[in-house]
């Protein structure tokens, strides 16, 4: 199975400010890639496909690159909404895999 | 609007069975693959499996923790996909999500149901 690795694990910042998620494929997997946000207790929800598409709906604030191996999720300003934990998943093999997450939390 | 509702969980013992459903509405459910994903307490998303339409012959993949023991099927009539779990173990405790793939990227998710293995 392709695995996808995260990091940083977790993350704490302020609101306003600019951070990037970084999402490594053991393998290739083209531009087959997705970010979901999770808040505590809540289903996840899709914020960019095709890693770099953004999702209907989504803020855009929210972006995401990459190609191949490496990925990133960049939010440019914070806000306090912005607070959850964030999963990489990739749809390039026949098994789906998502990364381990990264929890974002308030400085 | 979109939306999935899952129901079925519940406490179960070692070694038994249980049948979760998945119930969609304001799409198009035959034309759409439909996934599992659990998430143990406090842990990360693991993908459980998933069906695809009539068109694509209702092919089925499972992930290798489950493959043999987990079946995902499908009534096109009711709008419904079910994930049938057996032989249990504690490790499969989780709450179960059921997901539609849009053209492989998951949107919208259900709210959930809690699957518990425990004597």
């Known amino acids: 199975a392709i695995r996808m690795t995260q990091s940083p694990s977790s993350l704490s910042a302020s609101t306003g400010d600019r951070v990037t998620i970084t999402c490594r494929a053991s393998?290739?997997?083209?531009?087959?890639l997705a970010w979901y946000q999770q808040k505590p207790g809540k289903a996840p929800k899709l914020l960019i496909y095709a890693a770099s598409t953004l999702q209907s709906g989504v803020p855009s604030r929210f972006s995401g690159s990459g190609s191949g191996t490496d990925f990133t999720l960049t939010i440019s300003c914070l806000q306090s909404e912005d607070f959850a934990t964030y999963y990489c998943?990739?749809?390039?093999?026949?098994?789906?895999?998502f990364g381990q997450g990264t929890r974002l939390e308030i400085k | 609007e979109v939306q999935l509702v899952e129901s079925g969980g519940g406490l179960v013992q070692p070694g038994g069975s249980l049948k979760l459903s998945c119930a969609a509405s304001g799409f198009t459910f035959s034309g759409s693959a439909m996934h599992w994903v659990r998430q143990a307490s406090g842990k990360g998303l693991e993908w459980v499996g998933r069906i695809r339409s009539k068109a694509n012959s209702y092919a089925t993949a499972y992930a290798a923790s489950v493959k043999g023991r987990f079946t995902i099927s499908r009534d096109d009539s009711k709008n419904t996909a079910y994930l049938q779990m057996n032989s249990l173990k504690t490790e499969d405790t989780a709450v179960y999500y059921c997901?539609?793939?849009?053209?492989?990227?998951?949107?919208?998710w259900g709210q959930g149901t809690l699957v518990t293995v425990s004597s």
């Open positions: 998943q990739q749809y390039y093999s026949y098994t789906i895999t």
């Open positions: 997901t539609r793939a849009v053209s492989a990227e998951f949107d919208p």
């Open positions: 393998q290739g997997i083209s531009s087959y």
